[in-house]
């Protein structure tokens, strides 16, 4: 099951970097939007409590399109930090670490038809 996966990488990366919060970010297959499916809590099946934003912003967009890491030490002075899901949830991100799920054949996480390549996101 794709969604306990996702969950128990959520897990070990928080444990790995002692995250505050953690969630994936999925690139649609058309590449235009990101999609966060998983968050802390678990996995979000309701499509309305999906958060949304386009694939060419934000940190986890760059990441998404570059296949880069990228180690923020202070999201809001970077230039490419979306505020958009922080003034949504009520969460104040501090910085970031944010990392493409890339598989053995070099080529980006994909869930299912729809869905392709998850940088993940945790918040520290």
Sequence with gaps: ????????????????????????????????????????????????????????????GHVATTGKILNIKDAYSHPLFYRAMDDSTGFRTRNILCFPIIDDDNREYEQDPTIAPSPHVPNT
């Design 1 to 60: 099951n794709v969604s306990v996966l996702l969950q128990e990488i959520i897990q070990e990366a928080r444990n790995l970097t002692n995250a505050e919060s953690c969630s994936v970010f999925l690139l649609e297959q058309n590449n235009t939007e990101l999609v966060a499916k998983v968050f802390d809590g678990g996995f979000v099946a309701d499509e309305s409590a999906e958060f949304r934003m386009p694939a060419d912003q934000g940190i986890a």
